[in-house]
């Protein structure tokens, strides 16, 4: 939901300069201890911060702003810090580590102010998650859930509001990419990307978001879908292609996968009301037992062609098409042109009554 009630993965940026970074703190109420600094990216380790006295420093390179997660040994409190060249001061308490004072840095500054911005939203979050371990009726839950949704819709303008505000910002790459990480929409994803430019597009999370985005953009309703090949459950491999000519429901599923199974008799449905009308459906499995993937094939009875090539969520098709969930499909036409994506049951039905005269 709101990604900052829950902890922020810090990762580094890549660029082509190399920026030196002395950090350096002071943490009352803490006499010896340690810190655990963790970042992605070109380092992907934890780094180790001795702390004497209440105070330590830290000297690590960076190619761009990072974010820098400092974890505290003493009592597992931590701040994210964005890194970046020059000196940087950290001075914090036991107890309170998370409100630390930064400074030295700007991009931490905005990345501050930020989290200074959704600050009440974060607290009325945590609320909600109360409220639902103690809801005790359904009723309650799906209240709890509509607030969430409205919740995260605030927090989504917000951070919208900030990216526009800091459109080359190394920290509005950060944010967008943590927001659409895992996004499917191609118009949600570019309604962030689109408000990005200049050095926040040569972040890692910049690059990052740049492939998303163009990756759903090759994969959207009016491309041409991309093909692959395949082998069967016999071993024959099997090109997408080859069936150039029909309309494609080409399916992404799996046997231990629940809402793939529950959608199957809809598929089945959709399949032999049309397959002597120039429709068939291609099944892909992210299966990883050849067994259990043809029992279910056998079980929910798919007489259409299944493949896979039993390596589950990297399968090369799966990856080709930036699959993250299931089930997913796409519905291409004669030419090999996606029409439809993750059309469901009655839905399915309507859009193949459509295009099949």
């Not at 974010?67 to 409190?77: C, M, Q, S, V």
Request: glycine share 8%; charged share 25%.
């Amino acid at each position: 939901m709101l990604i900052l009630l829950g902890c922020v993965c810090a990762m580094a940026y890549t660029s082509c300069t190399n920026k030196n970074t002395h950090l350096k703190g002071t943490i009352d109420g803490v006499k010896d201890s340690q810190i655990f600094a963790t970042s992605d990216g070109e380092r992907q380790h934890v780094d180790t911060i001795k702390v004497k006295d209440g105070k330590f420093t830290y000297d690590v390179t960076f190619t761009e702003p990072t974010p820098l997660f400092l974890i505290l040994k003493e009592t597992g409190e931590n701040i994210l810090v964005f890194a970046e060249g020059g000196n940087i001061t950290v001075d914090g308490k036991l107890g309170d580590f998370k409100n630390a004072k930064v400074s030295g840095s700007k991009s931490h500054e905005e990345f501050a102010s930020y989290v200074k911005s959704v600050e009440p939203l974060m607290q009325q979050g945590i609320a909600l998650r109360q409220q639902g371990e103690l809801a005790k009726s359904e009723e309650e839950v799906a209240k709890i859930s509509q607030a969430f949704i409205a919740l995260d819709s605030t927090e989504t303008e917000l951070m919208k509001s900030f990216v526009a505000a800091h459109p080359t910002s190394a920290v509005s790459s950060f944010l967008a990419s943590q927001k659409l990480g895992n996004e499917e929409d191609l118009e949600k994803i570019k309604s962030f990307y689109s408000l990005l430019s200049g050095k926040a597009l040569t972040t890692m999370y910049g690059q990052n978001l740049t492939l998303l985005y163009n990756k759903l953009k090759n994969l959207s309703v009016g491309a041409m879908a991309k093909d692959f090949t395949l082998p069967d459950a016999n071993g024959k491999p099997i090109a997408l292609s080859s069936f150039k000519g029909q309309y494609v429901l080409l399916d992404f599923w799996a046997s231990w996968c629940k809402p793939c199974r529950g959608e199957n008799p809809n598929v089945v449905a959709a399949y032999n009301a049309f397959k002597d009308k120039g429709f068939t459906v291609f099944g892909v499995s992210l299966d990883e037992k050849k067994e259990v993937w043809q029992e279910a094939v056998a079980a929910d009875k798919l007489t259409w062609t299944q493949v896979s090539d039993l390596k589950g969520w990297q399968s090369v098709a799966a990856e080709m098409y930036g699959i993250q969930s299931i089930p997913t499909n796409y519905l291409i036409d004669k030419e090999g042109k996606i029409i439809g994506k993750n059309l469901r049951g009655e839905e399915l039905i309507a859009k193949l009554k459509e295009v099949i005269k």
